[in-house]
């Protein structure tokens, strides 16, 4: 699996994106940033847009990414939770803020929902796809994303409380955010997001539970605050014997 951090941050600028990753070129997690990834040509190529949970950052792309690719006469499969297709649906396709792509062009929308359900797993061209409810201020799910001997999973938002989540998985690589530095760990409780002293916690259960650790890679920080995020988790990473790596944007790996 050929693995495409597009947005690896919780805020945008000229220099960083909001939440997307890319899976050989034909999945991709989140839509925060995938338009201004993503050539028309390569949109083109997605076979599917899984969406974790409703918060903007994790949706936004879709309406712009519809319109594109209705212009190339293409349409496009979105893969979410009940209640984040009708947050979609009510809010942002609706036909008062833009195009409703769900049911336009009549007869041949350029959107088609597939509706997923909890620890259902589902096949999606040559991947099999778990989501797992994480835990979020938002109902919210992580994917479990297998194909052939390689998995891995992607949490999207979650704050503290993930052991039932580790208890239904096992990937080789885990991507985890980790949004605010450890200052920050009553805001992370309150707003369901973690901190590296956060993720410490989590990553121990995981071991405890599953007897190793994957392959850990950080997405969804707070760009002002990405340094201080950095040192402590050199230090969570060294407490635990075991790299932890900041993603960023444009960043690829092979699993
Ligand atoms: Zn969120
Ligand atoms: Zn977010």
């Known amino acids: 699996m050929k693995i495409k951090f ?16 890319l899976i050989d ?14 050539s028309f040509t390569a949109q083109q190529k997605l076979e599917a847009v899984l969406l974790t949970h409703q918060h903007y950052d994790h949706i936004r792309d879709i309406p712009v990414m519809a319109m594109n690719l209705f212009l190339h006469e293409t349409a496009i499969n979105i893969y979410a939770t009940t209640e984040v ?34 620890l259902k797993t589902i096949q999606i061209g040559d991947y099999k796809v778990t989501p797992v409810p994480v835990s979020h201020s938002v109902p919210a799910v992580g994917f479990q994303i297998t194909s052939g001997d390689k998995t891995l999973f ?3 938002d979650t704050g503290p409380g993930l052991a039932k989540c580790w208890q239904m998985i096992s990937p080789k690589l885990l991507i985890i955010e980790t949004t ?7 805001f992370g409780r309150k707003s369901s997001h973690l901190t590296p002293s956060l993720l410490k916690e989590e ?3 995981f071991r405890q539970i599953k007897g190793y650790l994957p ?3 950080l997405v969804h920080m707070n760009p002002r605050q990405e340094k201080e995020i950095a040192a402590e988790i050199a ?5 635990l014997g075991h790299p932890i790596t900041l993603a960023h944007e444009g960043l690829q790996i092979n699993l």
């Open 215 to 217: 392959q850990i890679y």
């Open 154 to 156: 992607y949490t999207g």
């Open 6 to 21: 597009l947005g690896a941050h919780n805020s945008e600028s000229s220099t960083v994106r909001l939440a997307s990753i």
């Open 235 to 239: 230090a969570v990473s060294s407490d």
């Open 85 to 118: 297709c009708a947050m979609l649906a009510d809010h942002l396709l609706n036909h008062e803020l833009y195009r409703n792509f769900l049911e336009w062009p009549q007869g041949n929308p350029t959107i088609v929902f597939n509706l997923m359900e909890p």
């Open 25 to 38: 070129n034909v999945l991709a997690l989140d839509a925060g940033s995938l338009t201004r990834s993503l």
């Open 180 to 186: 605010a530095p450890n200052r920050y760990e009553d």
């Open 203 to 205: 990553l121990l259960s």
